[in-house]
């Protein structure tokens, strides 16, 4: 018995095998609708999700695999497991470490390996755009590529959203690649912000500064949840000190308690 829904699972093995020939997609792969602990994320308090575009082709390293393939294809019920290990045994840490400071703002982490205290609350990792992994990276894939994956992708996500129930979702991605995404989004820029940094940690000027700006979502199913969006780079908040991650942690943490 999984805790997700098996109709979410089977709706991303089909596609997987829909697109599993496709020469940008990596071969030897599984579909990836989230990673992370979900028993233990249903458990937290908080309800707290990091979102990106689409899982990483490092997830799938040929002398070191971060999941058991084989036994992940083997249906729901393993899928899940491998998913909720994913954090305890070989996680994607130089890209997962971006996130965090900001999580830790929040009394959150991933869990497992990716955790460096006790946490009260486990946050899972969601992908918007899809969840197959892609080489090249989805921002070199082109507009025809990415439509063969999206429109299942958003699809999974706001399946998963509403599944889940967040109470907040973080990313760090370049409006450009998510305005056309859905409605929601295409006022993404004018959004409150929540935190804006107009020069670096050292104290020189920016051209542009840093901003997290966010806006209170509603799901599909009706499910109310906060999105924030903070300023993009090549990982997660990688143009902010960390001491400044934990400060947007914090700061939606006090947008979240005054809701």
């Not at 921002?139 to 958003?154: E, H, I, K, N, V």
């Not at 902010?240 to 991650?245: A, L, M, S, T, V």
């Amino acid at each position: 018995m999984n805790l997700i829904g098996s109709d979410i699972y089977a709706q991303c093995f089909d596609h997987h095998r829909e697109v599993g020939d496709l020469d940008f997609v990596v071969k030897g792969s599984l579909p990836i609708p989230y990673f992370g602990d979900v028993a233990a994320y249903r458990a937290s308090p908080l309800k707290v999700l990091t979102a990106a575009l689409n899982p990483s082709h490092e997830e799938f390293p040929a002398d070191n695999p971060r999941f058991n393939i084989a036994r992940g294809l083997t249906g729901a019920d393993a899928l899940e497991v491998e998913l909720s290990n994913y954090f305890r045994f070989n996680p994607y840490r130089r890209w997962f470490r971006s996130f965090g400071p900001v999580l830790n703002g929040l009394g959150a982490s991933y869990g497992g390996k990716m955790a460096d205290d006790e946490y009260r609350h486990t946050a899972l990792h969601l992908d918007m755009c899809s969840p197959i992994a892609t080489s090249p990276t989805w921002s070199r894939l082109t507009f025809d590529q990415r439509a063969r994956l999206t429109a299942t992708g958003r699809r999974t996500f706001e399946r998963l959203v509403d599944a889940l129930k967040p109470d907040v979702i973080i990313a760090s991605l370049g409006w450009g690649h998510i305005e056309a995404w859905h409605a929601d989004f295409r006022t993404g820029r004018d959004w409150e912000p929540i935190l804006t940094y107009p020069t670096s940690f050292s104290g020189v000027q920016l051209r542009t500064p840093l901003r997290v700006q966010a806006n209170s979502l509603r799901s599909s199913m009706d499910h109310v949840y906060l999105f924030a969006n903070g300023s993009a780079a090549n990982t997660p908040f990688g143009r902010f000190h960390n001491d400044r991650k934990r400060a947007v942690g914090l700061a939606l943490l006090g947008r979240l308690t005054k809701q």
